[in-house]
């Protein structure tokens, strides 16, 4: 199976998309082994790549192997790349694999070192610490962390990739009417949480 035939898009309406024609021309340069044609892809994904990481690992060097790693992936897999259709879900599906792997590995380390070591368990670096100098977005972020994981991690896919409930669905392996439960979910705790911390800016429901 080709990379991109199972995160495929409307392409109906992305068609006409100049931006989509020259990422789809990349592709096709890739696939021929064009180095610098990968480096621009690189260029091109490689921020959202890197924040999905964090949204899951919190931590910003792991983020960024892990964002690496996926990256060095698709160019191994760069003949099995289908220009029909974009590499993005391909590549938010592959670092959320990386990232729940160095999870797991991490939480046994940590539990080694709890257990052979003495060590206390290290809290991971904020994602969102350059956002804690604005008010707002400190609130916001507060908010974002109450969340569980799963629905944080839709929260974030929906309203900062800007991925369908599909593209989501795909990503996570879970299905599209789950996808809609957690964004809901989410967006009530959301609420009530700024709610008790604006409570004059916006009313309960």
Not at 140 to 150: A, E, F, H, I, Q
């Amino acid at each position: 199976m080709s990379i991109g035939r199972v995160g495929d898009r409307d392409l109906g309406a992305n068609s006409a998309d100049p931006a989509a024609v020259e990422e789809a021309a990349l592709v096709r340069r890739v696939r021929r082994g064009d180095s610098r044609a990968f480096e621009a892809l690189v260029r091109s994904h490689w921020h959202r790549v890197f924040r999905y990481a964090q949204v899951i690992l919190r931590d910003t060097e792991m983020a960024s192997d892990v964002a690496q790693e996926t990256l060095l992936r698709l160019w191994q897999a760069r003949a099995t790349l289908n220009p029909a259709f974009p590499p993005s879900t391909w590549l938010l599906r592959t670092a959320r694999n990386l990232a729940i792997s160095e999870k797991r590995k991490r939480w046994v380390r940590l539990r080694w070192l709890k257990q052979h070591r003495g060590e206390r368990e290290r809290a991971p670096s904020d994602p969102l610490r350059e956002l804690e100098q604005q008010e707002a977005a400190a609130v916001l972020r507060k908010g974002l962390d109450r969340l569980s994981n799963r629905r944080r991690e839709v929260f974030e896919l929906y309203h900062l990739q800007k991925l369908s409930y599909r593209e989501i669905a795909l990503v996570m392996g879970i299905r599209q009417q789950t996808v809609a439960n957690y964004l809901r979910a989410a967006m009530q705790d959301l609420r009530r949480f700024l709610h008790s911390a604006f409570p004059a800016l916006l009313p309960p429901e």
